[in-house]
């Protein structure tokens, strides 16, 4: 018993700890988030400064309608959980971003800068089935995308030399 607690105890701390970020929030349109994981810190943001923000607020201002409509579609239909991938905007304290404390996510158009995020999320129902709340993790898939589309590229480069057609290095 307990090997099977210090496994459990290693696997939350990874979850926690690791690449994984908690950010549960209501299914209400313009919910506010109820519990935020220290390590939303890697987005720019404190626990604190998120406390009772719109969890829309920090989706990218283009891809809003997209994970809001399918965030719907999936609670509609009766889905346990459902996956999404889109930018999330970073905060004031991501490094390299100018500092506007205090400003909500939205209003900071002018700095805005995102990484896209790979989201999970489970939906919690009631005994009758209506959805009541929403747990959620979020991963920076940003360095894997970008090291997709540089694959991408080195392959037709790799595919156009083996034709013997002529290439541009992008």
Partial sequence: AKHASEVIERERKLFVEGSARLVPSRPQQGGPIELISQSVTQFGYSPAE???Q???DL???AD???VTDEARTAIAGGRSGFEQSYRLVCGPLKPGKPTHAGSPPSERQDILSSVTVYDYT????DEQGVAIALDGYLIDDSARLSL???LRSANGVLRALADGRPFHEP
């Fill in 64 to 66: 809003r309608q997209r």
């Fill in 59 to 61: 989706v990218h201002p």
């Fill in 50 to 52: 998120l406390e009772g």
């Fill in 148 to 150: 997709e589309s540089a």
């Fill in 122 to 125: 489970s939906v919690v129902r």
């Fill in 54 to 56: 719109r969890f829309m």
